[in-house]
C-alpha cells in the first residue's frame, strides 16, 4: 500500500483538530467546575515568551491551511487570530476541518516533488513536498498540539497521553 501526500496530511491534521476540540472542551468545562474565568486558561502560557493556549490553536490551523495551500493551486481561507472564547476556538477548528475536508486527495497528486521554499527570520530553506510535510509541517502541527495539552495540564487540568492520542478506532 503506497501512501498518497493526501493520505500523510489531511487525515492526520483533522484527527488533531479532534484532539484540539477535546481539549477546549476540557478546559471549558475545568474552568466551569472550579470557577476560573475563561480567560485564565484561553489565555495561559507556559513561558512568557510563548504563545497562550488560544495561540497554539491558532498556528495549528494556519499550519494545516497553509501545508494544504503550498503544496496546491487551492486558496485558502484567512482565519484573523480574533477568537476571545472557546466557544469561537470551536468555530476555528470547525471551519478549518471543513476547509481540509473539502480538499479533494488528487489536487494533492504530484506534489511531493514540487519545491516548498520556507523563510522565517534567518531561515530559508527548500524541501520537497514530502520532505516539507514530514520534516517541517507535521512536526510543526504536533508541536502546536502538544504545547496545547501542556499548558493545559501545567495549569491543571485532567489531561494525558491517552487525550493526546485521541480515539485510534
Do not use: W
Not at 37 to 60: C, E, K, T, Y
Not at 64 to 92: C, H, N, Q
Not at 105 to 118: I, M, Q, R, W, Y
Amino acid at each position: 500500500m503506497s501512501l498518497s501526500m493526501h493520505k500523510i496530511s489531511v487525515p492526520a491534521f483533522v484527527r488533531g483538530f479532534s484532539v484540539l476540540s477535546s481539549l477546549v472542551d476540557k478546559a471549558e468545562a475545568f474552568g466551569a467546575e472550579k470557577k476560573i474565568n475563561p480567560a485564565v486558561l484561553f489565555n495561559a502560557r507556559l513561558a512568557p515568551d510563548m504563545l497562550p493556549f488560544s495561540g497554539q490553536i491558532q498556528r495549528a490551523s494556519d499550519t494545516s491551511k497553509a501545508t494544504i495551500g503550498r503544496l496546491t493551486t487551492i486558496e485558502v481561507p484567512k482565519f484573523p487570530d480574533e477568537e476571545a472564547s472557546f466557544s469561537e476556538l470551536r468555530e476555528r477548528i470547525a471551519k478549518t476541518v471543513a476547509f481540509l475536508e473539502s480538499v479533494d486527495p488528487s489536487a494533492l497528486n504530484g506534489s511531493d516533488d514540487k519545491e516548498v521554499t520556507l523563510s522565517s527570520g534567518g531561515l530559508k530553506v527548500t524541501l520537497s513536498g514530502a520532505e516539507y510535510i514530514l520534516k517541517f509541517a507535521l512536526p510543526n502541527f504536533y508541536f502546536h498540539a502538544t504545547t496545547a495539552q501542556n499548558i493545559l495540564r501545567h495549569n491543571g487540568v485532567q489531561v494525558g497521553k491517552l487525550d493526546y492520542l485521541g480515539k485510534l478506532g
